[in-house]
């Protein structure tokens, strides 16, 4: 495997490309197998990008573990590990993307400009690497949905493919936040994917609602931020005709930001 800040080192044939910001756990390499069923080379990103973090203390407590990243990214097939530096990315001014009303709502209002921060770093990364493919997780299913609507109205040409959520044994899904959980934080949080789970086999809008909402509050030490259903084609909230729905959880676990979804498919009366 090929570890360069230069792109010039590699930017040529047909490449898949996973953009991340290190850290990397099951997760990534998850996202960079799928990556390996694509492309003729596939490229995998480290880059903290400072513009989507809402203070410096969050972006100096972000988990930097650079010589499991690459053992992790050349087993899940990785054949380029690229470094760049921030001048790399930002060499002069920045040249902002706005993420429109979607980027104001849920993930949006908790995080000011979060995703503004997102998209101008993924603009650039595209820019950049000329991927034929990139593949973002469903787990944040916010940031896929505006990356998509990102690369429509920009027509940029690659193909943003999605990739599954990928859960530990107990039904959590993987991030690289969860280090910071305590074994008592873990079992609170558990309390996302049980109430995703029950909502999903309801059979109205109305009673997955009512579902998610009572399995949410019945975890004491869960501080919930959001939790709603959406239509997966607007992002508005879903209706009863809605042909596809997802929930979406968003809250703290002692502090810990954590966030998940689930489709809810129509369940049989």
Not at 115 to 122: I, K
Not at 219 to 228: G, I, S
């Amino acid at each position: 495997m090929l570890i360069t800040s230069n792109t010039q080192e590699f930017r040529a044939g047909n490449i898949a490309f996973v953009p991340t910001m290190g850290a990397l756990h099951k997760g990534h390499a998850s996202l960079i197998n799928q990556a390996r069923q694509l492309g003729e080379k596939v490229v995998v990103s480290i880059f903290v990008n400072p513009l989507q973090f809402e203070n410096k203390s969050d972006l100096e407590k972000y988990p930097s573990t650079p010589e499991m990243d690459a053992e992790i990214a050349e087993s899940a097939g990785a054949d380029v590990l690229w470094l760049p530096n921030t001048s790399d990315i930002y060499p002069g001014e920045i040249k902002t993307v706005e993420p429109g009303p979607i980027g104001n709502i849920f993930e949006g209002e908790s995080r000011p400009a979060h995703f503004q921060g997102v998209l101008t770093v993924v603009k650039r990364l595209f820019d950049l690497v000329q991927p034929h493919w990139a593949i973002f997780g469903e787990k944040d299913y916010q940031q896929l949905f505006l990356i998509q609507q990102m690369v429509r109205e920009l027509q940029i040409p690659v193909s943003v493919v999605p990739g599954e959520t990928v859960r530990d044994l107990d039904g959590l899904a993987i991030s690289s936040r969860n280090v910071r959980l305590s074994e008592q934080d873990r079992n609170a949080a558990l309390v996302i994917s049980r109430a995703l789970n029950s909502a999903r086999g309801m059979h109205t809008l109305s009673a997955k609602q009512e579902t998610l909402d009572e399995a949410l509050f019945s975890e004491p030490l869960f501080r919930r931020d959001y939790a709603c259903i959406i239509d997966e084609a607007t992002f508005e909230l879903a209706s009863e005709t809605t042909v596809s729905k997802r929930a979406l959880v968003a809250g703290w676990v002692n502090g810990v930001r954590l966030i998940d979804n689930m489709p809810m498919k129509v369940s049989a009366q």
